[in-house]
């Protein structure tokens, strides 16, 4: 997302990640994850951390990967302001056959790059939403 918004030219966006769980805390991307990324020109160094509910306060908009995730972020959202900003990756994607991003976790390295292009399609209209809220 960060390339894409640089690639486009828009500046002034935070773009952060996190967890619902706890399971990676501290941890470093998975390395077939960061081996993917490497290959597409991306660095990811950072370290997993939570996502709490001081993050609906902060972020303007909140992405979900999949319908659980989504689950858990709507559990923490105490009003419908902050239900409002929390959607689903995939809905920026008008091509996308399922609204979830897939889980590489057990599958094969190629899984890994199927789900680097399923964010990446989904990324170019997410940043196409962001350019709209900026004006």
């Not at 966006?13 to 769980?21: F, L």
């Not at 964010?119 to 997410?126: I, K, N, S, T």
């Amino acid at each position: 997302m960060r390339r894409q918004l640089e690639d486009a030219g828009v500046g002034e966006v935070t773009v952060d990640s996190a967890g619902t769980g706890d399971w990676h805390l501290g941890e470093l991307p998975d390395p077939r994850t960061r081996e993917t990324a490497r290959r597409r020109g991306l660095e990811l160094d950072h370290r997993a951390q939570r996502f709490g509910p001081e993050d609906l306060a902060r972020f303007e908009l909140v992405i979900a990967m999949d319908r659980n995730n989504l689950r858990d972020l709507h559990a923490m959202a105490t009003t419908d302001a902050a239900r409002a900003k929390i959607v689903l990756l995939r809905s920026f994607d008008p091509a996308a056959s399922s609204p979830d991003v897939p889980d590489p976790y057990y599958g094969k390295p190629a899984d890994f790059d199927l789900v680097f292009d399923v964010c990446e399609a989904a990324c170019r209209g997410l940043v196409e939403h962001v350019r709209g809220l900026a004006r």
